[in-house]
């Protein structure tokens, strides 16, 4: 079997789900209790998902630039361990980096001029308000301890049946944004080259997200996969919607068939979902400040969401995705509500398909009967066949997006 078989069209079609422990979320890694990982994996199994994406905070993984935490390492081999037999497959997130509103940093990162994207909190060893950090893209030393950690976690784990991806970032423009097109290309290529290198037999991507589809953040569809064997996309019509319905259906497929445009590569949808509305409510706007920001929130009734989700996933087949990956596992326990992300990004508490109590939300049991209909990967439909040039799509991407966009609804 090549590095691709398993995204061939015909194969069954992969569902799997982002992971972060319902009672640890970011702290999973500096309080690991691999019994709680067994109990949950065994719930996503279950479920009937395949994939289960995971985030090596990098602060966890290398406290300083020339270690990688024996400790950390260890947890991320039972972690392996646990996913193998149960025959789940891991979706593994190096640098991370930006995550769920804030930025984790390692300590030794900072110090640089870098401006932090959006004024999001920076995060480090337990300072809330750390400062700017080093450009992860062109500086040195950040480069070098960026391959230090490849070269130790997948040397380390190189071939093991419970990896099935190896990820260069998490939405990394949400970390810091490059400072040129090229930037953002040589350091996807170095660093997926590397990759390739050190285990030419498992999957290589990069996690970006729907602003590399209509904006100008330097991470391009069509360059930074171009050393990626598959392109994955991130798409939440609660954020981007181009003005339309939050849970407009056509929004996830739609990125989907454009990431693969651009990209002249397979993609899978490996982030979307939605934050929902306590049991039993509809859909509600949650507004709230903190230190004089506003903030404003869609919050989806748990039975709307569900339809949401069964009207994308066969979408999903339909233009061809290699499989989708829904945002998030678990609801946040109430014991992390004060601590962030949850503290300030109050919607950030609700995105999972299980509660905080650990029951099912209804879009869990989606995943389940569509899972059991037996999907299967199949070529795209007319109107995901776009043709699109990189250099005239990124001169304007976001009108550019648009138009695709409308002409990718007429066509349904």
């Known amino acids: 079997m090549t590095v691709l078989d398993d995204l061939d069209v015909g194969r069954p079609f992969p569902l799997g ?79 991370t980096g930006h995550m769920s509103g804030p930025n984790w940093a390692p300590s030794w990162l900072l110090g640089g001029s870098q401006p932090v994207p ?33 070269r130790t976690v997948i040397g380390r784990l190189a071939g093991h049946p419970g990896v099935w991806a190896w990820n260069l970032g998490n939405e990394p423009d949400n970390f810091a944004v490059p400072a040129t097109d090229e930037d953002g290309a040589a350091w996807a290529g170095r660093m997926l080259g590397l990759m390739a290198e050190l285990d030419p037999a498992r999957h290589r991507t990069v996690g970006l997200h729907a602003p590399s589809l209509s904006s100008h953040n330097h991470l391009r569809a069509d360059q930074v996969f171009a050393a990626a064997d598959f392109a994955v996309m991130h798409a939440y019509p609660i954020y981007a919607n181009f003005g339309g319905d939050p849970l407009d259906p056509d929004i996830v497929p739609f990125a989907t068939a454009l990431t693969a445009a651009l990209s002249g590569k397979p993609t899978l949808m490996e982030e979307f979902g939605a934050c929902t509305a306590p049991p039993g409510s509809d859909t509600v706007d949650w507004q709230w400040s903190h230190h004089g920001r506003d903030h404003r929130q869609v919050m989806v009734g748990e039975e709307r969401l569900a339809e949401h989700v069964e009207q994308v996933l066969p979408r999903l087949v339909e233009v061809g995705s290699r499989g989708a990956v829904m945002w998030c596992f678990a609801d946040y326990h109430e014991s992390l509500w004060d601590r962030p992300p949850c503290d300030v990004q109050l919607h950030e508490r609700h995105f999972g398909l299980v509660r905080p109590d650990g029951s099912l939300k209804p879009h869990a049991e989606v995943l389940r009967r569509f899972i059991a209909s037996g999907p299967i990967i199949g070529e795209p439909s007319a109107r995901a066949r776009m043709e699109v040039d990189g250099a005239a799509f990124y001169a304007d991407p976001e009108a550019a997006a648009l138009a695709l966009y409308r002409d990718f609804r007429s066509a349904r």
């Open 118 to 150: 959006a004024g999001r909190q920076v995060i480090s060893d337990g300072d809330l308000d750390a400062g700017p950090y080093r450009d992860p893209y062109t500086d040195s030393l950040a480069l070098e301890a960026a391959e230090l950690q490849l």
């Open 17 to 95: 789900v982002n992971y972060w422990p319902r009672r640890k979320a970011m702290y999973w890694w500096k309080d690991f209790e691999p019994a709680e990982v067994a109990e949950e994996f065994d719930l996503i199994a279950e479920l009937g998902l395949r994939l289960v994406r995971i985030f090596l905070l990098w602060e966890d993984f290398q406290p300083t630039p020339r270690a990688v935490s024996e400790p950390a390492l260890a947890h991320l081999e039972t972690v392996c361990e646990l996913a193998a037999a149960r025959g789940l497959g891991l979706d593994v997130t190096f640098f």
